[in-house]
């Protein structure tokens, strides 16, 4: 099974800056696809950035201009630059990788941003 370890959430002022990571390990395979999604309180899991094992990226409008999403395949690790930080943002942050069509979950790292 692929193991999927998150870290770099905490808590940071709005317009600050903050990076997660995301790295798998175990049996893996072929990464192909590499995602984050979030979860606010009270609300849905929603998709934030999406990635190719190519570099195509795509974002949630929301995000857009603010968030990078970028992947270091040799590492097997995908990582989120979060800059200019809004309250909104607040949430878990999940990140999401398929592994030859499996699909394999984080168990997600809090991001708490301050007004």
């Known amino acids: 099974q692929v193991q999927l370890v998150e870290s770099g959430g905490g808590l940071v002022q709005a317009e600050g800056s903050l990076r997660l990571s995301c790295s798998a390990s175990?049996?893996?395979?072929?990464?192909?696809?590499m995602a984050w999604y979030r979860q606010a309180p009270g609300k849905q899991r929603v998709l934030v950035a999406t990635i190719t094992r190519r570099g195509t990226t795509n974002y949630a409008d929301s995000v857009k201009g603010r968030f990078t999403i970028s992947r270091d395949n040799p590492k097997n690790t995908v990582y989120l630059q979060m800059n200019s930080l809004k309250p909104e943002d607040t949430a878990v942050y999940y990140c999401?990788?398929?592994?030859?069509?499996?699909?394999?979950w984080g168990q997600g790292t809090q991001v708490t941003v301050s007004s």
């Open positions: 999401s990788v398929d592994d030859r069509g499996v699909y394999y």
């Open positions: 175990g049996s893996i395979f072929n990464l192909n696809a």
